[in-house]
């Protein structure tokens, strides 16, 4: 084994269970390019920021970065930044 598989520490994002107008809301960012993602500060620590990007793949542009949340806010701020984008422009 090597040291990554030594210990049992779990750094995980935590859970979040989505409400079905959040769903609709994560479909619709998918479908219409806009990438809203939790990314890692540091490896090894829990805190992350929620990236914003709109556009195909080789070609996003950056929108914008979050304040850094900690585990299970950060799917929570995910889930509200892509509402925030459904309800925005989605009607």
Request: aromatic share 14%; net charge positive.
């Amino acid at each position: 084994m090597t040291a990554a598989f030594r210990g049992n520490k779990k750094h995980g994002m935590g859970s979040y269970t989505r409400t079905p107008e959040e769903e609709k809301a994560a479909l619709w960012c998918i479908k219409n390019d806009i990438c809203i993602t939790p990314r890692a500060i540091k490896w090894g620590e829990r805190i992350w920021v929620v990236d914003i990007e709109k556009g195909k793949y080789p070609n996003r542009q950056k929108l914008g970065t979050s304040d850094p949340f900690g585990p299970n806010t950060i799917w929570e701020k995910v889930s509200e930044y892509q509402l925030y984008y459904y309800k925005k422009y989605a009607k």
